[in-house]
């Protein structure tokens, strides 16, 4: 079993759906959560952060922690085109390793 | 500006060769990390270094070296040892290890074997 699972998708949505993106993992000692961001042949870039359980929003986007049930969610509302991208959650127990999920690949259709 | 600068973008190597990729930042962090990227896997840790002269070896170490002389640079080499070493590698960085909340990645740089 991954420490991280993810499904990889694809998942298409037309523009203005909320989307939810999810992951689950199996180590209960992680406390910081991640979602990144990664458009075609480019880096990551940081999307939220949250640390331990609870709920966290930014615009658009919201990211919940769920702890007791290991699972990690995003939220996006009113999604755009310029949202297609791979979308990867993470988590880490501070200053150990970073765990990623595999990634999800969203298109938003206009 | 500020960022981590990753070259080449695009490398194309005979087997048997050793490569190396460049990766420098100008964001005066302390740790710096490699990582690989495989379609339908998560990222996965090569070689993460978190002061100048230091470093320590991920889950995939094998097949690959760094080097880490200056706080801004951390190149990876990917030897001929390494058996499957076509893949995207990110270069990322942090102002210390491992806080999610402070790491940044480079653009990447392919990787194929010809």
């Known amino acids: 079993q991954k420490e991280v699972e993810q499904d990889p998708g694809p998942l298409s949505v037309p523009e203005g759906a909320i989307v939810s993106l999810n992951c689950t993992y199996s180590?209960?000692?992680?406390?910081?959560f991640m979602w990144y961001r990664q458009y075609s042949r480019k880096g990551p870039e940081l999307l939220m952060y949250?640390?331990?359980?609870g709920n966290k929003e930014d615009g658009r986007f919201t990211a919940q922690v769920d702890k007791s049930s290991k699972y990690i969610s995003l939220f996006i509302r009113d999604s755009q085109p310029s949202d297609s991208a791979t979308y990867l959650c993470a988590m880490c127990i501070k200053n150990n390793d970073m765990r990623f999920g595999a990634g999800t690949r969203l298109t938003v259709k206009p | 500006d500020g960022g981590i600068t990753q070259s080449p973008k695009y490398l194309f190597r005979k087997e048997g060769q050793n490569v190396t990729l460049s990766c420098e930042q100008n964001l005066n962090h302390d740790a710096m990390y490699w990582y690989r990227q495989d379609p339908g896997q998560g990222l996965r840790l090569i070689y993460y270094?978190?002061?100048?002269?230091?470093?320590q070896k991920g889950d995939i170490a094998e097949g690959y070296s760094v080097s880490r002389e200056k706080k801004e640079s951390f190149p990876l080499t990917v030897t001929s040892a390494q058996k499957n070493p076509t893949a995207f590698y990110l270069c990322?960085?942090?102002?210390?290890?491992?806080?999610?909340?402070?790491?940044?990645f480079g653009e990447g740089s392919w990787l194929t074997v010809v």
């Open positions: 949250t640390y331990s359980s």
């Open positions: 180590n209960s000692a992680f406390q910081y």
């Open positions: 270094s978190q002061i100048v002269n230091d470093f």
């Open positions: 990322a960085s942090s102002i210390e290890g491992f806080s999610g909340n402070t790491i940044y």
